[in-house]
């Protein structure tokens, strides 16, 4: 006689509706710190249908919850990123900035504190891949003398990064739209590795040019995106 043995209690798949909470906690903390960065346990609990008690299921603390936010989005921006085939370094730089804009540009407030703040360390990871494709590109381009051979590769790459954070701070403040603040990206960072204004303009009017297919697919097109951001 053949008996069947249950499964060891530790060996258990997670309920599927502790599963759906989990997912649906973590959306609701990514649309509620997107616009307030200080967004209670509360209020992202009650967003997601949810009691707070039952959000310590899932995340010990509030800033668990908020670290598991910030990670899955730079590894969303890296795994875009890291895709990213421009032909030429300047032409990726400018694509680079395309892609970061595209991905985070609803998520302006976090960005920053994402790469600058307290939460550096826990994006670190996800986004070295990001950091390593930044620098191959700069050292291409000073290689092959379209960008300034006299400042240290590895400084101009971090230079690059930190423009690009600084553009995501002025949009902020400014209220720049979405396609303003795409532009002001590519064209800062170019600006960055050295070019002048008018090399930076005709690169990303190239980029635009050659790459339109792969601008309206990582971005997404429609008004709505673009009043939300209007002033």
Same mark, same amino acid.
């Not at 903390?29 to 609990?45: F, G, K």
């Not at 008690?53 to 509030?62: D, I, K, N, P």
């Not at 997404?220 to 995106?225: A, D, S, V």
């Given at each position: 006689?053949?008996?069947?043995? =249950? !499964?060891?209690? $530790?060996?258990?798949? !997670?309920?599927r509706?502790?599963a759906?909470?989990?997912?649906?906690?973590?959306?609701?903390?990514?649309?509620?710190?997107?616009?307030?960065?200080d =967004?209670?346990?509360? &209020?992202?609990?009650?967003?997601?249908?949810?009691?707070r @008690?039952s959000?310590?299921?899932h995340?010990?603390?509030?800033?668990?919850?908020?670290?598991a %936010? %910030?990670v899955?989005?730079?590894?969303?921006?890296?795994?875009s990123? &890291?895709? /990213?085939?421009g032909g030429? !370094?300047? &032409?990726t730089?400018?694509?680079?900035?395309?892609?970061?804009?595209a991905?985070?540009?609803?998520?302006?407030?976090m960005?920053?504190?994402? /790469?600058r703040? !307290?939460l550096?360390?826990? +994006?670190a990871?996800?986004?070295?891949? /990001?950091?390593?494709?930044?620098?191959?590109t700069v050292?291409?381009?000073? =290689?092959?003398?379209?960008?300034?051979p006299?400042?240290?590769? $590895?400084?101009?790459?971090?230079?690059?990064?930190?423009? #690009?954070v600084? /553009?995501?701070?002025?949009? +902020?403040?400014?209220?720049?739209?979405?396609?303003? $603040?795409? @532009?002001?990206?590519?064209l800062? +960072?170019?600006?960055?590795?050295?070019?002048?204004?008018?090399?930076?303009t =005709?690169?990303?009017?190239?980029?635009?040019?050659?790459h #339109?297919d +792969?601008?309206?697919?990582t971005?997404?097109?429609?008004?709505?995106?673009?009043s939300?951001?209007?002033?």
């Amino acid at each position: 006689m053949t008996t069947t043995q =249950a !499964p060891a209690s $530790g060996s258990r798949a !997670p309920r599927r509706d502790a599963a759906e909470n989990r997912v649906a906690l973590l959306e609701a903390a990514r649309l509620a710190l997107r616009s307030d960065p200080d =967004a209670s346990l509360e &209020t992202i609990a009650a967003a997601a249908g949810l009691t707070r @008690r039952s959000v310590y299921g899932h995340f010990a603390t509030r800033d668990e919850l908020v670290n598991a %936010v %910030v990670v899955a989005g730079a590894e969303r921006v890296a795994s875009s990123i &890291t895709a /990213v085939r421009g032909g030429d !370094p300047l &032409t990726t730089i400018a694509l680079i900035g395309d892609v970061l804009w595209a991905q985070v540009d609803h998520v302006r407030i976090m960005a920053p504190l994402a /790469v600058r703040g !307290p939460l550096r360390a826990v +994006t670190a990871a996800a986004l070295e891949p /990001v950091r390593t494709l930044l620098l191959r590109t700069v050292e291409a381009g000073v =290689a092959d003398g379209s960008i300034r051979p006299d400042i240290d590769a $590895g400084v101009l790459a971090r230079l690059v990064e930190s423009t #690009a954070v600084g /553009v995501l701070e002025e949009a +902020t403040r400014s209220g720049l739209s979405t396609s303003a $603040g795409r @532009r002001l990206v590519m064209l800062a +960072t170019l600006g960055a590795v050295g070019l002048s204004w008018q090399d930076a303009t =005709a690169v990303v009017d190239r980029a635009d040019t050659e790459h #339109a297919d +792969t601008h309206r697919h990582t971005t997404g097109t429609g008004t709505n995106e673009e009043s939300s951001h209007a002033r």
